[in-house]
């Protein structure tokens, strides 16, 4: 790129060619006004605000929209440009109701701030004002499309960045109008963001439509408790509560994006469910109790029960500092039965792992990557804005294979792939493997042995040979799945043959630092030796005597929650922290209200290894403590050496020492050995393939109301191949009994043409769901 | 009359025959001959485009941007897809001559787009053609069918390697898809909208790919020139103003149609040939270029010859030749009403000034008309008239400001007198 000199406003600057006047003035600290412009989208040049003055242009020109040329002399605040952009805004407010007083962007409104400077003290304008009818975009977005000034801002982020176009600019002239297809609502997972990219008061936030003013809330920075990108957070506090949150731009992680969930779950938090104090469970009746009281009962409860007979378990959703505790709790007392592996199903891989499982990549590579392999992976619901990042990867001409047990919409380009049932996954990364070995010329892995090469998994091959930047990637779906170890140790030699880096997609916030914090059974922190123990299927398949949760809620964190109930009921001591009531008001003996993410400090390492401490944004709501500071008494309580820490970070420091960065980065290793691959059975039956909910993840999204009412919340239904619905004299829409070992439900049938005809796909994690078995295996099915 | 001879008639000679419209006509008449030497002859496009630019032919469609220098931005040797377009999106208020070209010489317009597709290199052209003339439309798409039946369109035209498909389009009747870039996109099948300039079609057009635009009469011109050479043409205008133009004579006069006459001819003339302001009126205004142009009083438009300079230099444009006569019957108010009515009716609604500032034009001329104008509207509708100008993608805003500035600039009075007592000047009913 060459470099250009030019001249905005008397200054001489250096710019790149291909640059617009918009970037120059910006990079040098210039503002020139907009509102349709915004660096993350195309450009539209339509609400011409940013009119400037041009030396040798016969007109004003707009600055977002005109590249820079040699020698350009350009004027911003010029009377001829400031005439310009004041013609502009008049035409902006002559339609505009002005109706700041009731507007929920009052204070935060690009048009508001702009008219003070280019805007008239009165109208001109005599005539009747345009009034524009409330599109019903869904529970998320509200609406006042009279304000709308058409800067088609969202239309071009569904089409550009969400990869769905579900608004668009309907009729001409004056009668443009923003609207949704044929009424349908907006259902994006991502679409929260348009409320941020609205520059006035057309989209505002649903949730927290008329609940307070800008200027009265506190803007404190957090991190999302949600999926394992970590997005940073500006938490947005009055009176002590979460009253809405918004991004904090960080462009390594989420950019200025924000996925739905972790924009609107903070309604989960402020709900009547909140466990506000300690409470026992006394002669089958639950009694409040003081912190010490609880505690103290807790201690001795655990030193009369053999340390073997006590599993720990928590949510990967919680931070470090709590896992780390945790694991040395039980440590201290001679336990390894620890564990954050909730929904994982094989852990063949625990004594052939190299270190912590991770992205193998920063999450930034992955808006540039030229050839990608996916394996088991919702990604757009798992993984919503490293979906937008991979999207952004194949606009660029990457190229995307799929290789998953079920197909969901990608909302982009993919090169090819293959929907198998889960029993034949394995055995379709072997083929792929083997592919790769043939085209490359280069020895084939014995794991992939019984591969068979087919159409498909050429092209994938063929796929991955090519490009300068290539990775595969191991989703939750693979994660979960009951032959993980093999699928990770062949996706592996997929990688090492085509060259591409290998990453696994944490399922959660905290999944990389749970590993690096040592909250699993025979490894202490960054990897250190340590007592082997059960891990959290062999604690939840049959019953030990005692259960610490740790923001557990069993019934829907776990890959087996029939199991998993039967053991904890049948268990004679279950303390549960956690920050709701729940269903735990049933199996528990104690109830430790701990805090959620906003009124504890602490820290998510995100699956790039990305080590994010955060504070505290709101006090603990009634008697609630951050759990840190609960299992350090109650490590006091029960005579154990080192918990004494002061504070979140002494916390953070014992478990990974002064330089987290360093130490985690360096523990992080997906590298596998000594795995062996079973030659392919094939499977008699049907199987259920089982995906978690995008807003069923954990505790706090699973109680926010808006959430909970999108598109994407729908109760779940039985979904098969119109053939298997056929065969089995089931009706689409009917109703079909579904049977896993002893559990039965009936669900709806729903027709999903791209399933394999051999799968039921039931989601787990949901409590409609919660009475069937595991999330793979054999299922049956019959009409009721 | 035929192809044959440089007559002044370059595109409307089929006309004075039987059949106009027909292959047998075109051909007999010395039609495709232009195409098959081209073609045949290799002849190089540097040399096409020469001729072009001695030719002084420029674009009919508003503009008349230099059409020879239009098809040297093509980057030719781009080995991708590139495009021909054809604009027959004829929907300027007062404009029908395109449509006459589609009906009585639409082969002659083929010819001129295989050349054009020859010369800058693309495989596929397009004519976009206006919603409203769908007859038109249908004659086309049978035009293609002999010409692609008779081996005028298709593979390997003339025995040599050339390939040339060529397909119609109908629009839907949107003004703004006129608008060259607009039309691209609505021939993508979105909504028709200008895009901002640059890039320009000729780097990033049709699907993104390099793309020539030209208006109906531009490309029925070639075969003509390539025929008779651009000497020829332009000796039958002027200097910078090469050939003969279609204008559409509209409004007060006795015979209204389309006429072709050389470039440079007197608009005295013109007006005779269109039999004169109806019997027993004086002339008291012209739009000479359709509606977007700026009007001229009578006196004015008196002394000027019909040709792209002599008109800016009376201070309006030659546009698209759509000349609209006005007695002194016309009442400027209400005729000026009727105009920005129409930009506010098709402003496409991208770009805020002449989406916001149309209807607040046509608002303020309409309250005028109506008797409810006030003194300070004058000054408001001139100010937000220079508010739109200038400022938009597009030159809808411009042409919507144009009209607006000149009624006032020329008829004032009118206007004064409309607001001081609340209906029209004595013998202007209108």
């Given at each position: 790129m060459a470099t250009l000199n030019i001249e905005i406003d008397g200054r001489t600057l250096q710019v790149e060619s291909g640059d617009t006047i918009m970037d120059a003035a910006n990079a040098a600290g210039i503002t020139i006004p907009h509102f349709c412009y915004h660096k993350k989208l195309s450009i539209a040049a339509n609400c011409r605000m940013c009119l400037v003055q041009v030396e040798k242009a016969p007109k004003p020109l707009p600055a977002c929209a005109t590249p820079v040329t040699e020698g350009m002399k350009v004027h911003?605040?010029?009377?001829?440009?400031i005439n310009a952009q004041k013609s502009v805004m008049e035409f902006l407010l002559i339609?505009?109701?002005?109706?700041?007083?009731?507007?929920?962007?009052?204070?935060?409104?690009?048009?508001?701030?702009?008219?003070?400077?280019?805007?008239?003290?009165?109208?001109?304008?005599?005539?009747?004002?345009?009034?524009?009818?409330?599109?019903?975009?869904?529970?998320?977005?509200?609406?006042?499309?009279?304000?709308?000034?058409?800067?088609?801002?969202?239309?071009?982020?569904?089409?550009?960045?969400?990869?769905?176009?579900?608004?668009?600019?309907?009729?001409?002239?004056?009668?443009?109008?923003?609207?949704?297809?044929?009424?349908?609502?907006?259902?994006?997972?991502?679409?929260?963001?348009?409320?941020?990219?609205?520059?006035?008061?057309?989209?505002?936030?649903?949730?927290?439509?008329?609940?307070?003013?800008?200027?009265?809330?506190?803007?404190?920075?957090?991190?999302?408790?949600?999926?394992?990108?970590?997005?940073?957070?500006?938490?947005?506090?009055?009176?002590?509560?979460?009253?809405?949150?918004?991004?904090?731009?960080?462009?390594?992680?989420?950019?200025?994006?924000?996925?739905?969930?972790?924009?609107?779950?903070?309604?989960?938090?402020?709900?009547?469910?909140?466990?506000?104090?300690?409470?026992?469970?006394?002669?089958?009746?639950?009694?409040?109790?003081?912190?010490?009281?609880?505690l103290e009962l807790v201690a001795n409860k655990l030193k009369a029960i053999p340390a073997d007979q006590i599993g720990a378990l928590s949510t990967p959703y919680r931070p470090a500092e709590e896992l780390f505790l945790l694991q040395k709790l039980m440590r201290g007392l001679g336990s390894g039965n620890v564990d954050h592996r909730l929904r994982?199903?094989?852990?063949?891989?625990?004594?052939?792992?190299?270190?912590?499982?991770?992205?193998?990549?920063?999450?930034?590579?992955?808006?540039r990557l030229k050839r990608m392999l996916v394996v088991g992976s919702n990604l757009r619901k798992d993984h919503p804005l490293m979906a937008h990042r991979i999207r952004e990867s194949v606009r660029w001409y990457g190229q995307l294979n799929l290789i998953n047990a079920a197909e969901d919409e990608f909302l982009g380009k993919v090169h090819a792939k293959r929907i198998v049932a889960p029993s034949q996954l394995a055995a379709a990364l072997a083929g792929v493997c083997r592919a790769l070995a043939e085209l490359k010329n280069l020895p084939l892995p014995a794991i992939a042995a019984h591969g068979i090469v087919d159409d498909t998994a050429k092209k994938m091959a063929d796929s991955l040979a090519g490009g300068e930047t290539r990775a595969v990637f191991l989703g939750n779906m693979a994660q979960h799945h009951s032959s993980y170890g093999q699928i990770h140790a062949l996706a592996q030699e997929v990688a090492k043959l085509a060259g591409?880096?290998?990453?696994?997609?944490?399922?959660?916030?905290?999944?990389?630092?749970?590993?690096?914090?040592?909250?699993?059974?025979?490894?202490?922190?960054?990897?250190?030796?340590?007592?082997?123990?059960?891990?959290?299927?062999?604690?939840?398949?049959?019953?030990?005597?005692?259960?610490?949760?740790?923001?557990?809620?069993?019934?829907?964190?776990?890959?087996?929650?029939?199991?998993?109930?039967?053991?904890?009921?049948?268990?004679?001591?279950?303390?549960?922290?956690?920050?709701?009531?729940?269903?735990?008001?049933?199996?528990?003996?104690v109830l430790l209200p701990i805090a959620p993410w906003t009124e504890t400090s602490g820290t998510f390492i995100n699956t790039e290894g990305r080590v994010q401490s955060f504070g505290a944004v709101v006090k603990p709501l009634g008697e609630t403590r951050p759990a840190w500071k609960v299992l350090r008494v109650l490590g006091n309580l029960l005579g154990l050496a080192g918990f004494d820490h002061n504070d979140s970070k002494d916390v953070l420091r014992d478990a990974i020492g002064d330089t987290p960065t360093g130490s985690v980065q360096a523990f992080l290793n997906n590298e596998v050995s000594g795995v062996t691959v079973a030659p392919p059975q094939?499977?008699?039956?049907?199987?259920?393939?089982?995906?978690?909910?995008?807003?069923?993840?954990?505790?706090?999204?699973?109680?926010?109301?808006s959430l909970q009412m999108t598109q994407d919340a729908t109760l779940p239904v039985a979904r098969m191949h119109s053939r298997l619905i056929a065969k089995l004299g089931l009706t689409e829409n009917g109703r079909v009994s579904v049977r896993q070992t002893a559990c039965a439900l009936t669900l709806k049938v729903q027709r999903d043409d791209l399933l394999p005809d051999t799968c039921v796909r039931i989601p787990s994690g949901h409590p409609l769901t919660a009475g069937l078995g595991p999330m793979f295996g054999p299922i049956t099915a019959e009409s009721v | 009359?035929?192809?044959?001879?440089?007559?002044?008639?370059?595109?409307?000679?089929?006309?004075?025959?039987?059949?106009?419209?027909?292959?047998?006509?075109?051909?007999?008449?010395?039609?495709?001959?232009?195409?098959?030497?081209?073609?045949?002859?290799?002849?190089?496009?540097?040399?096409?485009?020469?001729?072009?630019?001695?030719?002084?032919?420029?674009?009919?469609?508003?503009?008349?941007?230099?059409?020879?220098?239009?098809?040297?931005?093509?980057?030719?040797?781009?080995?991708g897809d590139k495009y021909i377009v054809c604009n027959s999106d004829e929907g300027e208020p007062?404009?029908?001559?395109?449509?006459?070209?589609?009906?009585?010489?639409?082969?002659?317009?083929?010819?001129?787009?295989?050349?054009?597709?020859?010369?800058?290199?693309?495989?596929?052209?397009?004519?976009?053609?206006?919603?409203?003339?769908?007859?038109?439309?249908?004659?086309?798409?049978?035009?293609?069918?002999?010409?692609?039946?008779?081996?005028?369109?298709?593979?390997?035209?003339?025995?040599?390697?050339?390939?040339?498909?060529?397909?119609?389009?109908?629009?839907?009747?949107?003004?703004?898809?006129?608008?060259?870039?607009?039309?691209?996109?609505?021939?993508?099948?979105?909504?028709?909208?200008?895009?901002?300039?640059?890039?320009?079609?000729?780097?990033?057009?049709?699907?993104?790919?390099?793309?020539?635009?030209?208006?109906?009469?531009?490309?029925?011109?070639?075969?003509?020139?390539?025929?008779?050479?651009?000497?020829?043409?332009?000796?039958?205008?002027?200097?910078?103003?090469?050939?003969?133009?279609?204008?559409?004579?509209s409004g007060h006069v006795n015979k209204p149609g389309n006429f072709e006459v050389p470039l440079g001819t007197p608009f005295a003339k013109l007006l005779e040939m269109a039999g004169g302001v109806r019997s027993g009126h004086k002339l008291k205004a012209v739009i000479p270029g359709g509606s977007s142009a700026p009007v001229l009083p009578a006196d004015i438009m008196m002394d000027c010859t019909m040709d792209f300079d002599s008109v800016a230099k009376a201070g309006s444009m030659l546009g698209s030749g759509a000349v609209i006569v006005m007695d002194e019957t016309v009442c400027m108010v209400r005729a000026l009403e009727r105009l920005s009515y129409f930009y506010f009716e098709e402003s496409c609604g991208q770009c805020t000034p002449c989406r916001e500032g149309t209807g607040w034009m046509y608002r303020i001329i309409h309250r005028i008309e109506h008797g409810q104008g006030k003194p300070e509207d004058i000054e408001l509708l001139n100010s937000v008239a220079g508010r739109i100008g200038g400022h938009t993608i597009c030159a809808l805003g411009d042409a919507a400001a144009m009209p607006v500035q000149s009624f006032l600039k020329h008829f004032g009075h009118e206007f004064e007198h409309h607001v001081e007592h609340k209906r029209c000047m004595d013998g202007t009913e209108q």
């Amino acid at each position: 790129m060459a470099t250009l000199n030019i001249e905005i406003d008397g200054r001489t600057l250096q710019v790149e060619s291909g640059d617009t006047i918009m970037d120059a003035a910006n990079a040098a600290g210039i503002t020139i006004p907009h509102f349709c412009y915004h660096k993350k989208l195309s450009i539209a040049a339509n609400c011409r605000m940013c009119l400037v003055q041009v030396e040798k242009a016969p007109k004003p020109l707009p600055a977002c929209a005109t590249p820079v040329t040699e020698g350009m002399k350009v004027h911003t605040r010029s009377e001829y440009a400031i005439n310009a952009q004041k013609s502009v805004m008049e035409f902006l407010l002559i339609n505009h109701p002005l109706d700041c007083p009731i507007c929920d962007q009052g204070g935060e409104c690009t048009l508001q701030d702009l008219a003070v400077g280019y805007g008239g003290s009165s109208s001109r304008y005599q005539e009747i004002k345009r009034v524009v009818r409330e599109k019903n975009l869904g529970p998320l977005i509200a609406t006042d499309m009279t304000r709308c000034i058409h800067c088609s801002r969202c239309v071009r982020f569904g089409q550009e960045i969400a990869g769905v176009m579900e608004l668009g600019m309907a009729g001409r002239g004056e009668h443009v109008e923003v609207m949704p297809f044929l009424e349908n609502q907006v259902a994006s997972e991502l679409s929260g963001n348009v409320i941020d990219l609205c520059p006035v008061g057309a989209l505002t936030s649903k949730p927290f439509r008329y609940s307070a003013r800008t200027w009265e809330l506190s803007r404190r920075p957090s991190i999302s408790p949600h999926d394992s990108l970590g997005s940073n957070l500006e938490v947005h506090v009055k009176d002590n509560k979460v009253m809405r949150v918004l991004p904090r731009e960080n462009e390594d992680v989420n950019e200025c994006w924000l996925a739905d969930r972790d924009r609107f779950s903070y309604e989960g938090l402020n709900t009547a469910e909140r466990l506000t104090r300690p409470m026992l469970k006394h002669d089958g009746q639950w009694v409040e109790a003081t912190w010490q009281a609880a505690l103290e009962l807790v201690a001795n409860k655990l030193k009369a029960i053999p340390a073997d007979q006590i599993g720990a378990l928590s949510t990967p959703y919680r931070p470090a500092e709590e896992l780390f505790l945790l694991q040395k709790l039980m440590r201290g007392l001679g336990s390894g039965n620890v564990d954050h592996r909730l929904r994982q199903s094989d852990f063949s891989l625990d004594d052939k792992a190299h270190g912590g499982f991770w992205l193998g990549m920063p999450v930034t590579y992955m808006s540039r990557l030229k050839r990608m392999l996916v394996v088991g992976s919702n990604l757009r619901k798992d993984h919503p804005l490293m979906a937008h990042r991979i999207r952004e990867s194949v606009r660029w001409y990457g190229q995307l294979n799929l290789i998953n047990a079920a197909e969901d919409e990608f909302l982009g380009k993919v090169h090819a792939k293959r929907i198998v049932a889960p029993s034949q996954l394995a055995a379709a990364l072997a083929g792929v493997c083997r592919a790769l070995a043939e085209l490359k010329n280069l020895p084939l892995p014995a794991i992939a042995a019984h591969g068979i090469v087919d159409d498909t998994a050429k092209k994938m091959a063929d796929s991955l040979a090519g490009g300068e930047t290539r990775a595969v990637f191991l989703g939750n779906m693979a994660q979960h799945h009951s032959s993980y170890g093999q699928i990770h140790a062949l996706a592996q030699e997929v990688a090492k043959l085509a060259g591409a880096s290998f990453g696994v997609l944490g399922e959660a916030a905290n999944s990389v630092g749970a590993v690096a914090v040592g909250a699993i059974p025979g490894c202490g922190p960054l990897g250190q030796p340590a007592v082997k123990g059960l891990n959290a299927q062999q604690m939840l398949a049959n019953p030990l005597r005692a259960y610490l949760l740790l923001g557990v809620e069993a019934e829907l964190d776990t890959h087996d929650p029939v199991s998993a109930m039967a053991s904890i009921n049948a268990a004679e001591f279950v303390v549960v922290m956690s920050p709701y009531k729940g269903m735990s008001l049933d199996y528990a003996d104690v109830l430790l209200p701990i805090a959620p993410w906003t009124e504890t400090s602490g820290t998510f390492i995100n699956t790039e290894g990305r080590v994010q401490s955060f504070g505290a944004v709101v006090k603990p709501l009634g008697e609630t403590r951050p759990a840190w500071k609960v299992l350090r008494v109650l490590g006091n309580l029960l005579g154990l050496a080192g918990f004494d820490h002061n504070d979140s970070k002494d916390v953070l420091r014992d478990a990974i020492g002064d330089t987290p960065t360093g130490s985690v980065q360096a523990f992080l290793n997906n590298e596998v050995s000594g795995v062996t691959v079973a030659p392919p059975q094939t499977h008699e039956g049907l199987e259920r393939v089982a995906e978690v909910p995008i807003y069923q993840t954990d505790a706090v999204v699973r109680r926010s109301p808006s959430l909970q009412m999108t598109q994407d919340a729908t109760l779940p239904v039985a979904r098969m191949h119109s053939r298997l619905i056929a065969k089995l004299g089931l009706t689409e829409n009917g109703r079909v009994s579904v049977r896993q070992t002893a559990c039965a439900l009936t669900l709806k049938v729903q027709r999903d043409d791209l399933l394999p005809d051999t799968c039921v796909r039931i989601p787990s994690g949901h409590p409609l769901t919660a009475g069937l078995g595991p999330m793979f295996g054999p299922i049956t099915a019959e009409s009721v | 009359m035929s192809l044959l001879a440089p007559t002044p008639q370059v595109c409307s000679w089929t006309q004075a025959l039987d059949n106009p419209g027909s292959l047998a006509t075109y051909v007999a008449n010395g039609g495709y001959q232009a195409l098959r030497r081209v073609i045949t002859e290799q002849v190089s496009g540097d040399d096409i485009i020469a001729e072009l630019k001695t030719s002084a032919l420029r674009g009919r469609g508003g503009a008349g941007f230099p059409t020879g220098l239009k098809w040297s931005f093509m980057p030719r040797a781009f080995a991708g897809d590139k495009y021909i377009v054809c604009n027959s999106d004829e929907g300027e208020p007062g404009t029908f001559k395109d449509r006459d070209i589609l009906r009585y010489n639409p082969h002659q317009l083929i010819e001129g787009m295989a050349i054009a597709g020859y010369v800058l290199g693309a495989r596929v052209g397009y004519n976009y053609i206006h919603g409203e003339i769908f007859d038109c439309y249908q004659i086309f798409e049978a035009a293609l069918k002999e010409a692609r039946d008779a081996g005028y369109l298709g593979d390997k035209l003339f025995g040599t390697d050339f390939c040339f498909q060529l397909h119609a389009h109908a629009g839907y009747g949107a003004y703004i898809c006129g608008e060259e870039t607009a039309l691209l996109e609505s021939l993508e099948g979105k909504k028709g909208q200008p895009r901002f300039k640059p890039p320009f079609p000729a780097s990033f057009g049709l699907y993104g790919k390099p793309t020539t635009i030209n208006n109906t009469e531009t490309l029925a011109s070639v075969p003509w020139i390539m025929q008779h050479g651009g000497q020829a043409f332009l000796e039958l205008g002027k200097p910078n103003n090469g050939g003969s133009k279609l204008f559409s004579v509209s409004g007060h006069v006795n015979k209204p149609g389309n006429f072709e006459v050389p470039l440079g001819t007197p608009f005295a003339k013109l007006l005779e040939m269109a039999g004169g302001v109806r019997s027993g009126h004086k002339l008291k205004a012209v739009i000479p270029g359709g509606s977007s142009a700026p009007v001229l009083p009578a006196d004015i438009m008196m002394d000027c010859t019909m040709d792209f300079d002599s008109v800016a230099k009376a201070g309006s444009m030659l546009g698209s030749g759509a000349v609209i006569v006005m007695d002194e019957t016309v009442c400027m108010v209400r005729a000026l009403e009727r105009l920005s009515y129409f930009y506010f009716e098709e402003s496409c609604g991208q770009c805020t000034p002449c989406r916001e500032g149309t209807g607040w034009m046509y608002r303020i001329i309409h309250r005028i008309e109506h008797g409810q104008g006030k003194p300070e509207d004058i000054e408001l509708l001139n100010s937000v008239a220079g508010r739109i100008g200038g400022h938009t993608i597009c030159a809808l805003g411009d042409a919507a400001a144009m009209p607006v500035q000149s009624f006032l600039k020329h008829f004032g009075h009118e206007f004064e007198h409309h607001v001081e007592h609340k209906r029209c000047m004595d013998g202007t009913e209108q």
